[in-house]
T-cell receptor, first 113, second 115 residues
Framework: AQTVTQSQPEMSVQEAETVTLSCTYD???????LFWYKQPPSRQMILVIR??????QNATENRFSVNFQKAAKSFSLKISDSQLGDTAMYFC??????????FGAGTILRVKS | DADVTQTPRNRITKTGKRIMLECSQT?????MYWYRQDPGLGLRLIYY???????NKGEISDGYSVSRQAQAKFSLSLESAIPNQTALYFC??????????????FGSGTRLTVV
């Protein structure tokens, strides 16, 4: 079974600085997708960024980017110019093509002013 | 209106009671899912349905049942609630035509407390 590991239960960062959240996963598949979801205090699940495993280029969405290392099965999220509104729980998730999402345990990120 | 609507938003119930959590969607997606979120455990899959006639157990289905009344509706029942079912419950949908590459659309969650 696929597993997703987020080794940082909590992190904090100063406003305007950069922070990286770690994620590793385990699979024997070659074709899959990876996601980062944000859950603010409102508890809504918001898709931040996604990566297709067959694409070597790292995905970027504004201040959010990923470092996808397929051989190492690593998928970290970098948040640049952190803002107070980035304070949230962040979940890394994995999906085989056409299958179900498997989530990590989450990382609580606190952005300090 | 939200694409995926969950009711109720919050619920407190007593041990042993039967409770139903409801989910409806306007996305037109065939696939629907129920997850529960617990601190330190992330989201874990309870049940999923790939179409109206297809219901499958997830990794933690014991103590739960589901009903797919229509493409748009997928309900989760706790037949006899127990305190360790206290959690945040999410319903989600996905479009099989995309192979999952767009991820899921989530409801806003139901906070269930069993006392």
């Amino acid at each position: 079974a696929q597993t997703v590991t987020q080794s940082q239960p909590e992190m904090s960062v100063q406003e305007a600085e950069t922070v990286t959240l770690s994620c590793t996963y385990d699979t024997s598949e070659n074709n899959y997708y990876l996601f980062w979801y944000k859950q603010p205090p409102s508890r809504q699940m918001i898709l931040v960024i996604r990566q297709e495993a067959y694409k070597q280029q790292n995905a970027t969405e504004n201040r959010f980017s990923v470092n996808f290392q397929k051989a190492a099965k690593s998928f970290s999220l970098k948040i640049s110019d952190s803002q107070l509104g980035d304070t949230a729980m962040y979940f890394c998730a994995f999906m085989e093509y056409g299958n179900k999402l498997v989530f990590g345990a989450g990382t609580i990120l606190r952005v300090k002013s | 209106d939200a694409d995926v609507t969950q009711t109720p938003r919050n619920r407190i119930t007593k041990t042993g009671k039967r409770i139903m959590l409801e989910c409806s969607q306007t996305k037109g997606h065939d696939r629907m899912y129920w997850y529960r979120q617990d601190p330190g455990l992330g989201l874990r899959l309870i049940y999923y349905s790939f179409d109206v006639k297809d219901i499958n157990k997830g990794e933690i289905s014991d103590g739960y049942s589901v009903s797919r009344q229509a493409q748009a509706k997928f309900s989760l029942s706790l037949e006899s609630a127990i305190p360790n079912q206290t959690a945040l419950y999410f319903c989600a949908t996905s479009d099989p035509r995309t192979g999952g590459m767009l991820g899921y659309t989530f409801g806003s969650g139901t906070r269930l407390t069993v006392v």
